[in-house]
């Protein structure tokens, strides 16, 4: 293993020979710069250094199981021999008394040294049981369309403007996971866990306040929201949406805690808590949906009731993961103003970002709305099936924003081999893009009596096939796309655009709509959507400006610190 650093570098033949309980979770270690000579250290910055030292010499007596080993002190630009780190310590004989120290948790980025196709393999293995966290939430609303369509038609269709007060407002939202993942990350860089602990417990505060004010929006103006939302001549599905909305609405604090505490782990690099607690979520709602829609005949309120619980059950299993790895996921804490910003900061371009989408997601439904119960239905179960089918490239952008970063900023930066992954990814992206595309399309063709027995609704299914396939085909590898953006902190490059394509989308979603197209004209706005995406952020990363190529390491720091 070798262990670089600016400062000095160490070959290892054995750290266990000096402490196995030293906690080294890194390849790569970075010595914080001092200026000799100096009675302690503190932490922070970093400089240069030529001399090299055998790191079993220079940690022979090093800390004790609860001490680490990376040095940090004021800033300075001067080098440091061998002599001069044992006259530090006062020992003469090459001894090292315990320091303060901070092991900075930056993993050498294996896939950089891979071949493409040793790139893809390695990609495969990270984001297969990812996939898994983004699958659950579409998957509990295609088991309340699935179960609700074999009951009423009227019901499948209050689901569409109910489930856009549901599940899409919730991705207005994500700021909180994303704020979640990259505090919570820079904090354990840092080996400090009361600043990671502290981290969580602002965050969960931010959450309970967001859930207990959008669960009090749903009480006193659901029913409005949703009249508005469907128009005079659907008037007759607001009762049934309504008593959806109402029911799920009681889960809004739990699902937003579980967000953040699922991205806590997620920053930690634990994908299998959440991934447990989003599967006993999964078979909770699955479970609930067939007893009391089937068997005990509560339609509509039934499949309500299933997933609200499931949602309040995946919280608690995610916040007990937290617990279990010596986090306190119960409490919390009041933010200060300079926090607030800091989160604000982090938060406001992917709240932009994912309110573009949101929004024209909810213009879809509303065009769709105003076309008549049937035409409801069938959007209804495309739009959910299309979801379920577009998060298989959600850990794509995953993969992106937690490798890019050490090739475009860090001390290992080397764009060619960026660029190299970025290859990877999207090849991945469009392979996967075919096949999704693919079984997603069939599903709905071959096998509409899944999700209804209509057969008016049935036929208006088919009308957008091809559409439906040639969105969802270039779904992936925007994703990978976006995420390489994220990765690249060029989070105003991102909103900005992403408010272009809805507000072109949108334009052309309502003309296509009042001209007399349909339903398919709905589709192919969407198609319009997401191929505009691709295309600004693939230009974006093939400029010679952007962070793929740019070798003006400056303007890449402020980057960074601007993020």
């Not at 000096?18 to 390849?27: A, D, I, T």
């Not at 199981?65 to 021999?81: A, C, F, K, R, Y």
């Not at 001549?233 to 505490?261: F, H, M």
């Not at 994703?479 to 989070?491: I, M, N, V, Y």
Request: net charge neutral.
């Amino acid at each position: 293993m070798q262990i670089q650093c600016k400062t000095l570098s160490f070959t290892v033949s054995s750290i266990s020979s000096c402490n196995p309980k030293l906690p080294f979770r890194s390849s790569i270690i970075s010595l914080r710069s001092w200026k000799p000579p100096l009675p302690s250290f503190r932490r922070s910055s970093s400089v240069s250094g030529a001399k090299s030292l055998e790191f079993n010499r220079f940690i022979r007596n090093c800390a004790s199981p609860n001490q680490e080993l990376v040095v940090d002190g004021e800033s300075g630009n001067g080098s440091i021999t061998e002599e001069e780190v044992t006259e530090l310590q006062g020992d003469g004989n090459g001894s090292i008394y315990p320091v303060e120290v901070e092991v900075e948790a930056v993993k050498v980025d294996d896939l950089a040294n891979q071949s493409i196709w040793g790139q893809m393999k390695e990609i495969v293995m990270f984001t297969g049981p990812a996939a898994g966290l983004w699958l659950c939430g579409p998957l509990m609303s295609l088991i309340d369309t699935a179960v609700i369509g074999q009951g009423s038609s009227l019901e499948l269709a209050a689901l569409g403007p109910a489930t856009v007060i549901c599940d899409y407002l919730c991705y207005t939202f994500m700021f909180l996971s994303v704020a979640t993942s990259n505090l919570v990350a820079t904090s354990l860089a840092r080996r400090d866990k009361d600043e990671v602990q502290h981290q969580i417990s602002i965050l969960l505060f931010i959450g309970l306040a967001c859930g207990v004010t959008m669960m009090l929006f749903t009480r006193l103006f659901g029913t409005r929201a949703l009249t508005a939302f469907t128009g005079v001549k659907n008037a007759d599905i607001v009762p049934a949406a309504n008593t959806y909305v109402q029911i799920r609405g009681l889960a809004w604090p739990a699902v937003l805690i579980g967000w953040v505490a699922q991205s806590a782990s997620l920053g930690m690099k634990d994908s299998w808590g959440p991934l447990k607690a989003l599967a006993v979520a999964s078979v909770i709602n699955g479970v609930g949906d067939v007893v009391l829609c089937t068997f005990l005949g509560y339609g509509i309120a039934g499949a309500a009731w299933a997933t609200m619980v499931s949602q309040v059950v995946a919280a608690y299993m995610m916040m007990d993961a937290l617990n279990k790895k010596g986090y306190s996921a119960f409490s919390f804490s009041v933010p200060s103003p300079s926090e607030l910003l800091t989160i604000f900061g982090l938060a406001a371009p992917v709240f932009i970002t994912m309110m573009s989408k949101v929004l024209f997601y909810t213009l879809l439904v509303y065009f769709a709305t105003s076309m008549g119960t049937s035409v409801i239905a069938a959007h209804q179960v495309m739009l959910q099936t299309y979801s379920m089918s577009t998060v298989w490239g959600e850990p794509l952008s995953q993969t992106a924003q937690s490798f890019m970063p050490e090739l475009l900023f860090g001390v290992n930066r080397n764009l060619p081999k960026a660029r190299m992954l970025l290859k990877s990814l999207v090849i991945i992206g469009a392979t996967l893009g075919i096949v999704v595309g693919t079984v997603g399309t069939a599903v709905p063709w071959l096998f509409p009596d899944i999700f209804t027995h209509d057969k008016v609704v049935t036929v208006e299914m088919h009308k957008v096939i091809i559409p439906y396939f040639l969105a969802l085909s270039i779904t992936a590898s925007t994703h990978s796309l976006e995420g390489t953006l994220l990765a690249g902190r060029d989070l105003r490059y991102i909103s900005l655009s992403m408010t272009g394509c809805f507000v072109v989308a949108g334009l052309l979603l309502m003309l296509l709509s009042n001209g007399g197209f349909g339903l398919r004209g709905c589709w192919y706005a969407l198609v319009g959507f997401q191929w505009a995406r691709f295309s600004l952020s693939l230009f974006r990363l093939l400029s010679r400006d952007g962070v793929l190529y740019s070798e003006d390491t400056g303007q890449n720091a402020e980057k960074v610190k601007a993020a």
